[in-house]
């Protein structure tokens, strides 16, 4: 089976901080995603990377960036953290191509205080 | 750019009724769509997924989805919706990125709820 596993489910960080959020894969897919999910406005894609070191903007990238230096880990960074970026973080996964579906993590709950 | 609408943010069907959640799609070409499902506390799970072949889409848990090109639509339904069918369903179209490759656009969810 597929497996995306992020680094912690639950993370509190105080205002200013600079934040990592982990995600690595097991299936050595191309793609890799992150995106954040609020309630009402379903999930918004921050970044995506399509391979190692290349990186797109998503619909909402203000504030945050993304590194890949490994096919299987993609790391989204918060610059300084501020309370607006309370989320929920879900990573995926999928291969190249329009018709294969993503396989997400277990999603990290970040509140900043 | 590709974009999904979903209706009705809260759905409430009674246990053994059917369960209908409208999905829109706007795409300059024959996109690529999914649902997902998320239970509570849980990642999102694919229930189905159109990629150009049957229009009549069967996914896991007795539920489908029909493509209708003509109406921009994908509509999920199950015959009889059961306790465990308490979810939040996502409907999803594949849009292309400026290189070429495909990423996935989230319509705002159906939270559904089941009557018993």
């Known amino acids: 089976d597929v497996k995306v596993t992020q680094s912690s489910r639950y993370l509190v960080k105080r205002t200013g901080e600079k934040v990592f959020l982990e995600c690595v894969q097991d299936?050595?897919?191309?793609?890799m995603f992150w995106y954040r999910q609020d309630p009402g406005l379903g999930l918004r894609l921050i970044y995506f990377?399509?391979?190692?070191?290349?990186?797109e903007k998503g619909d909402i990238p203000e504030g945050y960036s993304v590194s890949r230096e490994k096919k299987e880990r993609f790391s989204l960074i918060l610059e300084s953290a501020s309370t607006n970026q309370t989320s929920m973080y879900l990573c995926?996964?999928?291969?190249?191509?329009?018709?294969?579906?993503?396989?997400f993590g277990q999603g990290t709950r970040l509140t900043v205080v | 750019a590709q974009s999904v609408t979903q209706l009705d943010s809260h759905v409430s069907v009674s246990e053994g009724t059917p369960v209908l959640l409208r999905c829109n799609y706007s795409?300059?070409?024959?996109?690529?769509l999914f649902w997902y499902v998320q239970h509570p506390n849980k990642g999102l799970q694919l229930l189905l997924k159109?990629?150009?072949?049957?229009?009549l889409v069967k996914g896991i848990n007795g539920f489908e989805a029909e493509f209708k090109k003509s109406e921009t639509s994908f509509h999920l339904t199950k015959p009889s919706a059961h306790m465990s069918d308490a979810a939040e369903y996502f409907c999803?179209?594949?849009?292309?990125?400026?290189?070429?490759?495909?990423?996935?656009?989230f319509g705002k969810g159906n939270q559904v709820v089941v009557i018993p």
């Open positions: 299936m050595d897919h191309e793609n």
């Open positions: 159109y990629t150009s072949a049957a229009t």
């Open positions: 795409s300059s070409y024959s996109p690529s």
């Open positions: 990377s399509y391979d190692v070191k290349m990186k």
């Open positions: 995926a996964s999928s291969l190249w191509g329009g018709d294969t579906e993503a396989f």
């Open positions: 999803v179209v594949s849009q292309t990125s400026y290189y070429g490759n495909n990423r996935l656009a």
